[in-house]
């Protein structure tokens, strides 16, 4: 019974993992932390609903036998209820979720009532709201694990630093969903380019590249604001486009790699096939040069189209040969394998549930992983990114982080009117390379 159970719980995960499109991240240093929890009963509350946020909650459940799930919010009741019948459904009966009705949250303003009641927070909302949800979580001193991206907009990058600062400085753990990093094949082949595998590495191209996700179709009675929230994946100040919400992961591989973040940008981008009333305002493709300072080259390359080439990979140039992720090899400037990760796919622990084994080991040892500063600048260079597909102009690092964008609202209500409206035929106004500007 308890092996099927664990299959059960695989498939759930892995399915749950996979529906958003992820991968990636080694913890940073861990820090001496005053407030040993030991083994404390840890009450966990779940803020965002939908699948991520579901998976995610069943890794945090399974990596600690001594967690409980306590509350749960969300903008729609209705996805509270389908989010926690999986979730039980997954433990057959076992006592960890104990979500009673009035700690079932929802608007705007349920995430402060589902926080306040744990020890450790998973946020898993929309991006846009993720500064907001971040900051008061951690000013009511909770732990905290949160998806990718942590903003779609410069504003919201900055608010994230700060609080990370804050974070620190309470020793509070901060583990971010670039689950990369903490993907054993990665991790061990970032050792072998630190040992100079490769030599210096002088460009590299990086690939989020299939047929794109979910649409959630207009239905009858829905307000604006109701139907850009269901539909959030098309709206930049909800999602910040594909380049933020999957091809982060690739972008987070590249800084990693390379040791450090883009001092520019410049790119190309736009709509060829997904432009109809359902597909909001982001582009369908993207393709992206970045520049780091010591001159390396890395091309970005993401697109949502039907029909073409799949990729999803990373793949760097040294002065001594090159190295190809997804092949897990190493090859000499003639091509030769000079090394060959030794793991088949699936073989690996899964990176999913490892970010959560070592934030929970880390709560429990007193230490602190403290994801949020490379989480909150990769997140900045992939809005890097987009800057530079939809102006069609080099922008640098330092305009994008000090820029007055500002995509989300500070406040949003069920009155609130979204950034973006649709015009008489439904059409929502998109970016145009060459005529649209940022104030930077």
């Given at each position: 019974m308890k092996n099927s159970?664990?299959?059960?719980?695989r498939e759930f995960v892995k399915k749950t993992a996979l529906a958003t499109g992820a991968l990636l991240s080694a913890p940073l240093p861990l820090e001496a932390m005053a407030n040993v929890n030991g083994e404390k009963k840890l009450k966990l509350a779940l803020v965002g609903c939908g699948g991520r946020g579901s998976g995610a909650a069943v890794q945090a459940l399974t990596a600690d036998e001594n967690v409980d799930l306590v509350a749960m919010a969300d903008a729609f009741a209705d996805r509270i209820e389908s989010s926690l019948m999986g979730i039980q459904e997954h433990f057959e009966g076992e006592k960890k979720i104990r979500v009673k009705k009035k700690n079932r949250f929802t608007g705007f303003d349920a995430y402060k009532k589902a926080i306040d009641l744990a020890d450790v927070v998973i946020l898993t909302t929309p991006p846009g709201f993720r500064p907001y949800h971040f900051e008061y979580a951690i000013q009511n001193e909770k732990h905290v694990f949160m998806e990718k991206p942590l903003a779609t907009d410069p504003a919201g990058i900055r608010k994230v630093l700060e609080t990370a600062k804050v974070a620190k400085a309470k020793k509070l753990n901060v583990v971010v969903g670039l689950q990369r990093r903490y993907q054993k094949s990665y991790i061990e082949l970032k050792k072998k380019i630190d040992q100079g595998a490769i030599g210096k590495i002088r460009s590299g191209?990086?690939?989020?590249?299939?047929?794109g996700v979910w649409v959630k179709k207009r239905q009858a009675g829905q307000s604006e604001l109701e139907y850009q929230m269901r539909n959030w994946y098309y709206f930049n100040w909800l999602c910040g486009d594909h380049i933020l919400e999957q091809h982060i992961h690739n972008i987070d591989v590249a800084n990693w790699f390379v040791g450090d973040y883009p001092i520019y940008a410049q790119g190309m981008g736009g709509r060829q096939v997904r432009n109809g009333e359902d597909h909001g305002?982001?582009?369908d493709h993207h393709f992206v040069e970045f520049t780091y300072a010591n001159g390396t080259i890395i091309s970005s390359q993401c697109r949502h189209m039907p029909g073409t080439m799949s990729r999803v990979d990373e793949v760097f140039q040294g002065t001594k040969g090159s190295l190809e992720i997804g092949k897990g090899e190493i090859t000499d400037l003639e091509g030769r394998i000079q090394y060959k990760y030794p793991s088949k796919l699936g073989e690996d622990p899964n990176p999913y549930q490892v970010e959560h084994d070592l934030l929970f080991k880390s709560i429990r040892e007193g230490k602190v992983i403290a994801?949020?500063?490379n989480g909150a600048m990769s997140t900045l260079t992939a809005i890097l990114g987009r800057m530079a597909t939809y102006t069609g102009k080099k922008i640098t690092l330092e305009q994008a982080m000090t820029s007055k964008l500002q995509l989300m609202p500070e406040v949003?209500?069920?009155e609130t009117l979204p950034p973006s409206l649709p015009d008489v035929n439904g059409k929502y106004a998109i970016p145009i390379p060459g005529k649209t500007n940022y104030s930077i």
């Open positions: 159970r664990n299959k059960t719980r191209q990086v690939y989020w590249n299939d047929a305002e982001i582009f994801d949020a500063e949003v209500t069920w």
